[in-house]
Structures are given as C-alpha cells and as structure tokens.
DNA sequence: GAAGGCTCTGTGAATCTGCTGAGAAACCCA
DNA sequence: TGGGTTTCTCAGCAGATTCACAGAGCCTTC
C-alpha cells in the first residue's frame, strides 16, 4: 500500500485531504508545516508528499529543497494558490514534481495522485548513472571507471547500479539483499560482503581511491573520501 | 514509448525538463554537454534530442554538426537563451529541427515536443540496417559480410535483423525470445544458443572477427571488439 | 586494555550457464 | 513420395559464477 504524507496549515483543508486520500485506500500521514514534516519523512518514507505552497514556519518551497539537499527523490505535488507560470516554473525548477492550483475539486486531485504514484512504480530503471568517476549504462551494460573498462559479473553489476542509484545514501544490508537477491533473511551468510569485496577490488585497481564505504551495524554507501 | 535526449549543462533545468517529460510518459535519457551525449544517442537511440545552444566541451551547434556528419536524422530542438534572428537562422542551418528561446513556459516546450514527435511518427522497419561490416536488407532479405552474401535461414535472418536494430544494446534472452519465437516461457529449451551458434558459425566463417558478444545471465549484444 | 562482535578475504566446492555435436521431427518443394 | 532444408531436443562439457567456511583483522564498548 503506498503512503502519501499531506503538509498543510489549514486544518480544514488538511481534513478534507485525509478523507479524501484515506478514501483511495492510501496510507495518509499529516503535518502542519515543513519543519514537523521532514522527521515524518525520515520515519514514515512515503510514496509521494503533498505539500502547501504557503505555509508558516517552513513553506513548501523550502521544505522540498531540504528534502533535495539530503538527496530524497521522493515525488512532490505542490499545492498553490496562485496560477501565475513564474511560480509555475518556480515550483518545478525547486524539485516539485507536479503542482495543483487551489482551489480544485478533489476528482481532479486523486487524478493527480495516482498518476504520480504510477509514476513512481513505472519510472524507468535504464537511465544512464554515474558518481564520481564511475559511469555506467543499464542498456549497453557498461561500467567504468575514469576510463578504463570495468568487467562486471551480473551480480556484481546490479549491486554497483543500486549504489549508483542512490550515491551518498547509506543502504542497509537487509535492504540491499532483498534488492539483489530477493530476499530478507537473518541468516549467517555473509555473501554481501563477498560482493562488496570483488566490487571494491575491481573499483580499486591501479590505486584508485576507495568510493564504497562501509556503515559499521548498518550498510554501505557510495561517497568520497 | 519515445526516448527524448535532453543535453544541457545546467542541472537544474536540466532535471526541470526531465521532470516536465517524464509526467508526458516520455522515456528520458539526459547529458551534461555535447560529448557526453554522442555515445547515448547510439546506445538509446532518442525519438528527440533537445540541446542547449551554449554549453562547455561542445556546445550545441558543433554537437549537431558531428551527430549530422555522422548521418544521424534525429530530430533536434535548440534551446537558446538568445532571441537574436541571425541565430536562428544559424541554428536551422547547422541542422537543428526547431529551436525555443529561453525562458519558456513548460507548456511551450511540451507542446513543441508533442508537435516534433508526431514528425517522427511513422518509423519504417524496412530500412537496411548496418553494424561494422555487415549490412542487411529486410526488403530484398540479403544480408553480407564484408563482400561476401550470407546465406541464412528465415529464424538466423530475423535474429540478424532484430540485433541489427539495437546495435551496442545488450538484449535480454527473454525479449529475443518473444520477439522472434513469440513466446515467453521459462523452459530448459536452449533455441537461442543454437541459433547465436549458426549465426556466429556464419558470421565468422574465414577468421573474422567476433561480432555477436554473450553477456552471462543477461542475453547477447552486437558490438565490436 | 581486553572482550566480543563486525567485517574482510582467501580457498575451494557446488552450481549454473552457455556452447556444441548428434540426431529426430517438421516442413518444403518438386 | 522422397530428398533436402530447417527447426528444435537432448546430453555432455568447460568455464564462469556464486556461495560457504574459516581465520584474520578491525572497531566498539566496557
């Protein structure tokens, strides 16, 4: 079931909201402004948030480029008043995915909403990624580093893409084996580290600075230094 | 689904446009600069390619000019903070589809894309395709290495054909399947090989080179070296 | 500073994947 | 009908890949 977390001040519009999106049978957390939201996001990781325009402590522009700054991609619909294209192309260009101008009927939001949680099971997997000096390409199924060819066995290649699709993030081990290998044991195996290690080997050749780092009790991350 | 290629070196408009494309269900592969996006549009082989007239490394008209040297008719929109006509003029000439000046409203750009993809529309399959020194024609059905003609079975002629489009893509097992056996099954039937290893017999006859590389666990690729 | 838990890595075995040859079945065309 | 061509199954092989195990090393905590 997809999560949406609602941001607004106004309580009665914030109600309406829930009832509406609750409706939908959606998972409906809420709070009255940026700053109360983005522990909620940390905590609830919802599907996509809905938030304000206008709000007082942290407003919606605000709060999407916190979010932006600690890499969340979470999808955003921003709610406006006003329908000017400046604040249009404002909000977008701010890292909002989508906007609504308020006041508008409540079909018209759930038409938005489903068509951005659509969006967010269908978005496409084979974009080019690349952190640092590491590039690589779903589609030819090339990796490498600076320049030189990185030969890759399919395990190891889908693990390097997880990385690469969330550079700077810390992935948690359970969450990376039921990305790779699907599923969620609490086995004794330790066949994430084995990969990690082939990886690092052949990231590492001729020197190279490390850029998988490991989260002791947690994970891995891709990052510098 | 069609592919644009977005090209700009600003990464803020950069992920606007892609934001903005994405939610027309448009495939979209981006690049910072000129160089970057040679080698994706022969992986991704883009519907569109929409490219910022200024940008560093190689910037948007010489960008044109090599994709055009190269005998590569992709559509081309420009996009050029300059409203001067000489530049216009300038960009037409070296080859560019159409052109919008910036800033532009989302809309704008929408609809010109809409407007320049249903140019594209109708994409014949029956053009000779080519790849290193083989080239097959699907009408006459002749298909040649080097100087000398191939002589192959109606299944080795259409798999030719099928790795002939999508030149340096890896294609799955499962979507080689479908697409010329029309089925989907998971079966311990090995059809494919079989036929990569008459292709290949016939392909390599007298020491040439291998063309048709096995990517383990994923399926096969044509590309050199 | 020591104990205990994580993590890393080398060795090697089991498994899996893809390639090939032999040949059976289906098909085509006279 | 019969010969040749094409498609496809089967089985065995070789090499790549995956993974288990165990010892060493490292970090954290007390």
Redesign the pocket.
Known sequence: MHTVLIVDDDPKLLKMLQRTLTYETLNVVTAANGLEALPLVQTHKPNLIIADWMMPKMNGVTFVQRLRAEDNKTMVLMLTARDAIEDRVMGLEGGADDYLAKPFAPAELVARVHALLRRVQAEPQNQPASYADITLDPVTRQAQRGDTEL??????F?LLHLLLRHPRQVLE?SRILSEI?GYDFG????????????L??KLEADGRPRL?Q???????VLREE
């Open positions: 030969s890759l066995t399919l395990t190891e889908n081990r290998w086995g004794n195996d330790n066949v994430l580290e084995i990969y990690i290690g082939y690092r080997k998988i490991t989260v002791r009790g947690v994970g891995y």
